[in-house]
């Protein structure tokens, strides 16, 4: 069956599913060309063999056996691309398998969408490794591990520790005080750094200590059982932390260092532009909401902006969801090219006839393990159900849940694993936003769940339970511009179609939308606050003193309020979805105030007049009519009238000019023309005679 000029091999696993390739093809509007197999992997592997020959692009309905299709095609020498879909754990075996093709139609069209693979970054490893620990514990890890890695054995001092026989490795003691870095690049502070004494005897003793060092390793292999050196260790690429009495945990965890020596590519999670974030403006801090829910601390400040390292981020993506601006967006993939999916998946569901589609967003190394079991041991996912994996479900932000409403999902479901059950705040925020919405626009019934399920029974009840709210007619709207703008087309869709659409719907604090209020009896039309705006949502006039505000570029970060010298701006959170929010509107305007002198427009009427009541009469050096004036009159004027003075008591009349050479050999020239001018006169004098 080809779809989207890709060939797509369908098996019904020895028909253990039900699987109408003709209903199917034309759910797709593909052309049936052969009957579904039915042992693609084993006895008709012949036919897969044949389709790489002639396919350049390959779709395979099978995950399960993926790793022997990928290997069939590696010894083939298959150059072309390769993608495996599961039509049969999240669709097929369930008990309601049969009413299920619309949902096979539209994970099978999902998986044609191209997504680009995201960039890496490139970490090294030389097998350097540091081992920390109290006892023998870390001296028998540190050994195992010499066969692979060169490791370094520091020990607390806590505990007394009898002396290895042989000397197989360098062994240390002091206590860490601090760390930094990632995956071949860690630099460890050490307090009381001292070698091993050789002549230790029945407990090791070390010589004296040498101080503070600051250490650089590979790898770190902590079995101090004590507070980790780096937040949300466990995301932190090699540094292992496993609890110390556990041989099997210390166990994996050497195995897996064993095999950290060379190069490895890490995706780059997340997208960062500058030039649209809104941290901090001439020092004053504005938006953090990175910062506040970045697990690992690979977001820092830097100035004005953020910077994230790549070689730090665990690829959460919780930057990315909470983001206002779109400075910060997940890569894996862009925030389009998963609107993409969602809007195919969707839109193919309802066009192969399936009605009242719920979605349910997952990750695979949880989710996908809860699905599986629940279609070997349970009832299946409804037939209703749509699986949409996620690389990290804290990646979804507000505009991902919007457009799945908006693309007519009657329900969006969340299943997170329990390794992340702390890290649902920006996850909770985003569905927090979404429900203010359809609340203030008069939809009924809830539409947004989490379901912190680690149970497959217990999620197919979560499932199989009916959907409180009625449904929304899909939009059609293509998912193009960044995430605001993907957030918006959503919003807006939501609006046009509410029970009770309103013009303007007031949102809780904290919510990335809204207006700001001015106090414009106090505004000095500084326009400060537009200097300070990242986002363009503040605006001033090329020739007249103005401030304007497009309410749909602000995004509330607070930085035009913290500006402002008078304090006379507050911010109010809402909703505008009438064209006022699309264009620039006048918050105050004032004529440009003209020098008394000549006439050239400076500043604003206001602010001028509020200098001179401010110092006429009340500094010496605004005493009279004279001096005051000069408050009227532009910089260059100002400068010119002090000059033109006649009191200056500090006129000393012009500086002396230095001598030079060319001034004595003048001078000289000078006296030898007087002499010979008096010599001539002498002489003359004498012939009269």
Known sequence: MKLAGKECLLCSCQGTMPLAADRLAKALGAPAETAPFTHLCRTQVESFKRALECSPELIVACEQEAPLFRELAEQQGYEGELRFVDIRDRAGWSEEGRAALPKMAALLAEATIDLPPATAVTLRSEGRVLVYGHDETALEAARRLGEALAPTLLLSGR?????????????FTGRVRGARGHLGAFEVEIEGWAPARVSSRSVLEFEPASGRQTLRFDLVLDLSGETPWFPAPEKRDGYFRPDPRDPAAVAAALLELVGLVGEFEKPRYVSYDAGLCAHARAGLVGCTRCLDNCPTGAITPDGDHVAIDPRICAGCGTCGSVCPTGAATYAVPRPDLQLERLRTLLATYRRAGGESPRLLFYEERHGGELLSALARFGEGLPAVVLPFRVNEITQIGSELLAAALAYGADRVDLLVPPRKHEETAALRAAAELLEAVLSGLGYEGRRLRLLLEDDPEHLGEALRMPAEAAPIPPASFLPMGGKRQLLRLALDHLHEMAPQPREVLPLPEGMPFGTVVVD????????????????????????????????????????????????VIRLEPRLHFGALAQEPRVIKEEEPFECVRCGKPFGTRSSIERIVARLAGSHSMFASPEQIARLRMCEDCRVIVEFEKKDRPFALGDPHRPRVTEDY????????????????????GDGGE
């Open 159 to 171: 505990r007394e520790v009898m002396p290895p026989r042989v000397f197989e490795l360098p062994i």
């Open 520 to 567: 414009t009896e106090g505004c000095t039309l500084c326009l400060s606050c537009v200097g300070a705006c990242p986002t363009g949502a503040l605006l001033d006039h090329p020739d007249r003193p103005t401030l304007r505000f497009l309410e749909e570029a602000c995004v509330q970060c607070g930085l035009c309020r913290t500006t402002c010298p008078e304090k």
């Open 665 to 684: 050999l003048r001078e000289r020239e000078e006296l030898e023309a007087i002499k010979r001018r008096l010599e001539t006169d002498r002489k003359q």
